[in-house]
């Protein structure tokens, strides 16, 4: 088999309100489609992450940079194709828009090897788990929204069935006391909640913070500190009871190799459409089992990530979770033909097509391309 092809997509949906962290102001919901296709008619999909960019940037670096080191090539030889494109890009690559790039394309020869080889994709990586267990990602800042929205919005979830959900927190420490106190009174004291503080505090902030929040049981504590602040972060998780989760702003293995060896996280957080794709995230899960220290993706944009995040966790024993974002999204909840839903006991469940197992609503991806 030989790739024919490669086209990147981008697809932009405007927000009427944004949404925030407590570092970003989210004023678009967009994502980077990735096709590869081959001269046997199988073709694959993927998603590479642009955050922090413009998506057209990422689609520029798929077409004009990394196409030509696939063109012609085996789409099942994986390893040598990440290499190919690892090294030949290493001089201004290794983090960032490259490495996302690369991570997408990934995504979409995993997919073609799993239609090639007639299994769902979790299963060719391993199979671990036919189901995992997804948390409502959510409760970001708005303009108009106090406490009462905020803990109406938490509680929602939980009545939809999730048994996990998280919060941002990170703005202000006295404010985030009463927005996770809200939270904690609404949902009850039987679901997992988790806050995410995107970075904003400094080490002696979040720990000071993270013993104040302790009687609210909080299940983790996410990026506390900034992602270059290793030592901040190892300094966090040493003085406080809550784990420490981080890795989304991280890439490849040799960054969370430094993430895990620096003692800086409890639990790792990749994304296969960011740190270097499925085969990536793979070695990562497996550096981290080796510390005793569970993987949970992060995901954060159209179904397709979702999706190739949920093949990579079903497909690792050191799994727990799968964020699920819950925030406006169409390119999440329309892209796909069947779109991704929780069961009645907060699970998403595997699918048994091959590959991903998805199918573009090809409307949709017409109706919000840009490119
Ligand atoms: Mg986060």
């Not at 955050?51 to 670096?61: A, C, E, Q, S, V």
């Not at 909640?193 to 995107?198: A, E, K, Y």
């Not at 590959?355 to 573009?360: F, H, P, S, T």
Request: proline fraction near 4%.
């Amino acid at each position: 088999m030989k790739i024919t092809n490669v086209e990147a997509m981008v697809l932009t949906c405007p927000l009427d309100k944004p949404i925030m962290d407590a570092t970003y102001t989210l004023p678009h919901r967009s994502a980077v489609l990735v096709k590869v296709d081959t001269d046997e008619g199988l073709s694959g999909v993927g998603e590479a992450a642009y955050f922090g960019g413009p998506p057209l940037i990422t689609k520029m670096i798929i077409e004009k940079e990394l196409k030509e080191y696939l063109i012609a090539e085996d789409p099942l030889n994986i390893e040598k194709l990440w290499e190919k494109m690892y090294q030949r890009t290493i001089k201004h690559g290794r983090k960032g828009a490259i490495i996302a790039s690369i991570s997408g394309l990934d995504i979409a020869l995993w997919d073609i090897k799993a239609k090639a080889a007639r299994m769902p994709l979790y299963q060719l990586l391993g199979g671990c788990y036919e189901q995992i267990r997804a948390y409502a990602s959510a409760g970001f800042y708005a303009e108009g929204k106090g406490l009462k929205e905020l803990a109406a919005e938490m509680a929602s979830y939980v009545k939809e069935g999730f048994t996990a959900v998280k919060m941002k927190i990170g703005r202000n420490q006295a404010e985030d006391i009463t927005r996770v106190k809200a939270v904690r009174e609404a949902i009850g004291d039987d679901i997992d909640l988790l806050v995410d503080g995107n970075n904003a505090y400094t080490s002696y902030q979040a720990i000071k913070l993270a013993r104040k929040l302790e009687e609210y049981d909080i299940f983790w504590f996410e990026e506390p500190v900034p992602a270059e602040d290793i030592e901040g972060s190892a300094a966090v998780a040493a003085a406080i009871d809550t784990p420490v989760a981080a890795g989304e702003n991280e890439f490849t293995r040799y960054g969370f190799r430094d993430l895990i060896i620096n003692k800086a996280i409890d639990i790792a957080q990749p994304d296969v459409t960011w740190c270097g794709g499925i085969t990536e995230a793979k070695k990562i899960a497996a550096m981290a089992s080796a510390w005793n220290i569970i993987c949970v993706p992060h995901s954060f944009s159209s179904a397709i990530a979702l999706v190739a995040n949920l093949h990579f966790s079903a497909s690792i024993p050191n799994s727990l979770l799968q964020e699920f974002d819950r925030n406006y999204n169409p390119l999440r909840e329309n892209l796909l033909q069947e779109p991704v839903t929780i069961n009645k006991d907060g699970y998403i469940e595997l699918t048994d097509k091959p590959g991903l197992g998805i199918e573009l609503n090809e409307s949709v991806v017409k109706k919000y391309r840009v490119d």
